[in-house]
């Protein structure tokens, strides 16, 4: 592949972005737009992650994202596009209940599993299923290169399959440079963490993979709903990315601590670095604002107050790949309470960790 293009978008906050008309933005984009379009590959960011892009109705071109990302073939894709109306063209409809989360949480950080019209879509695109999920990105950039592409956009995370997401165009760039056609630079992910995914399913809504929209808002949208967190079994085929592999793994490796209390959290973890040591080993710790000054790691990275889960999912995956980038060869991380953002958190880290967890409670 010849050299990958950087488009960089004028530097900008996002809430200066989203002030800006999408068509006011479409110039930037048009030239990464005709690339997916004549069947390129093309990273972009969202206010999740940045995505690896390529029109969903084109096998060769969704080929490609596989190949780049050394993706598994029965994990599916999610499709990104840039309004509702596009819908018709490849689902074979919304029910009432997936309509009012539509409503509410559109553009935004939502994945909704609904059925896919046959022939619609790339087979690689489901996976072989009968359905796919879909949403509408809230990061302006995105939308502005959805609707400059005005065709269903297939984006998986723009990273090594199983590696940390990328919340930055460098991140990409160090991942995929030389193996994919594009990047459009639109400044760093706010939200942090990939899209909570859903289906509805009778009564019952399903989150199969958590995310930026917690289960309590999803709640409130549907306060007639039972909601349950599903568990994939990996004889499955997985209806959703994120749930059957390893994901988000750094190099070093990451182990998970949870205890009745703080203070036994953290004398666990300061033993195991004196472990390490001895035995060469560069370490680090993941710890909450309030308790990293009591951990005696050779690296401590700070991923916000407990109280603020934002602030955590927006810090993940850069502190992940700065160990990778310091050489870390051991990780501890404080496991993460339960509920709103957390759940999100728990889950990333404990794929992270290959299901690693310590709890001394």
């Excluded at 990105?137 to 590696?163: D, I, Q, T, W």
């Excluded at 990328?166 to 193996?179: I, M, N, Y």
Aim: proline letters at 6%.
């Amino acid at each position: 592949m010849e050299e990958t293009i950087l488009w960089k978008i004028p530097t900008l906050s996002l809430q200066t972005q989203q002030a800006f008309v999408v068509d006011e933005l479409r110039e930037y984009v048009s030239d990464a737009s005709e690339m997916i379009c004549d069947g390129a590959t093309v990273a972009f960011p969202t206010e999740t992650v940045y995505g690896l892009g390529a029109d969903a109705r084109n096998s060769d071109a969704v080929a490609q994202i596989f190949a780049a990302k050394g993706r598994p073939a029965d994990n599916p894709l999610i499709v990104h596009i840039a309004s509702q109306e596009q819908l018709g063209s490849f689902v074979m409809g919304v029910n009432e209940w997936e309509q009012q989360l539509i409503d509410q949480f559109w553009p935004g950080p939502l994945t909704l599993i609904l059925p896919v019209k046959a022939d619609a879509l790339s087979p690689l695109v489901t996976a072989g299923l009968t359905t796919v999920g879909v949403r509408i990105p809230e990061h302006p950039v995105a939308l502005a290169l959805l609707a400059e592409c005005n065709v269903p956009v297939a984006a998986p995370s723009a990273n090594r399959s199983g590696k940390p997401s990328p919340t930055q165009a460098k991140h990409v760039w160090e991942d995929l440079h030389g193996r994919i056609n594009g990047i459009v630079d639109g400044g760093a992910a706010n939200v942090g963490v990939e899209s909570t995914v859903v289906e509805v399913v009778d009564d019952m809504l399903y989150i199969l993979r958590p995310g930026g929209i917690t289960s309590e808002q999803l709640q409130a949208a549907l306060p007639q709903a039972k909601i349950r967190f599903s568990k994939q079994s990996d004889k499955d085929a997985p209806k959703s990315p994120g749930v059957k592999y390893a994901h988000y793994a750094p190099n070093g490796q990451l182990q998970l601590v949870t205890g009745a209390t703080s203070e036994e959290v953290v004398a666990f973890i300061n033993k195991s670095v004196v472990q390490a040591r001895k035995h060469g080993e560069k370490t680090a710790v993941l710890a909450y604002s309030e308790m990293l000054p009591f951990y005696k790691a050779d690296r401590c990275f700070d991923i916000g107050a407990r109280n603020n889960p934002e602030q955590g999912a927006q810090q993940l995956y850069d502190v992940l790949r700065q160990c990778d980038a310091q050489g870390i060869d051991r990780i501890w991380a404080e496991y993460p309470p339960e509920g709103g953002l957390h759940e999100a958190l728990r889950n990333r880290l404990f794929k992270a960790a290959a299901a690693h967890l310590i709890d001394l409670s």
